[in-house]
């Protein structure tokens, strides 16, 4: 069995998420505009950040983390808030399991998504967070996905698990 088998498993059981940020950095290592809408390519990324361009076809188009995991994080650092911004992802979301949506595919208004592996914390994440903050998100650092069908995604789009031909 496949691990898009296995987690494919669980879809039924997922109540649909919540968008509740969206950031696009438009050059490598530059603190994120935050959006209320943004353009899903497919194939790319996101309209505006700057990955959209680098590689086409990559498995990391767009990254996301959910609330739930960003208040561990907040327990794990000590911190008492922390600001999206600084955890490099582009998109927060809430009401979901993000690491039940591994290897599946899922919509955020009118884009399709397919998550395709862990998003790892980088030890720029001790310099956001300070100290530990990258061992503080091990196993909380969200998903990297590709977007499979273009379309626009606007805060409070519910991210639905979409089943998916194995």
Request: hydrophobic share 40%; proline share 5%.
């Amino acid at each position: 069995m496949t691990q898009k088998q296995l987690f494919a498993r669980y879809l039924h059981d997922l109540k649909p998420g919540r968008l509740e940020w969206i950031g696009v950095r438009p050059k490598r290592k530059q603190q994120p505009e935050v959006v209320d809408s943004v353009e899903a390519l497919a194939g790319l990324g996101l309209k505006g950040d700057h990955r959209c361009a680098k590689t086409p076809g990559s498995a990391r188009q767009v990254t996301l983390i959910s609330v739930e995991f960003i208040r561990l994080i907040e327990i794990y650092t000590g911190l008492e808030q922390i600001n999206p911004a600084l955890l490099r992802r582009n998109l927060v979301v809430s009401g979901i399991n993000l690491n039940a949506l591994r290897h599946q595919q899922f919509r955020i208004g009118s884009a399709l998504f397919e998550a395709t592996a862990l998003c790892h914390p980088c030890v720029r994440m001790n310099q956001a967070l300070g100290p530990g903050g990258a061992a503080a998100m091990l196993g909380y650092g969200g998903l990297c996905a590709r977007i499979l069908e273009s379309g626009v995604i606007r805060l409070g789009d519910q991210l639905i698990p979409q089943e998916s031909a194995l």
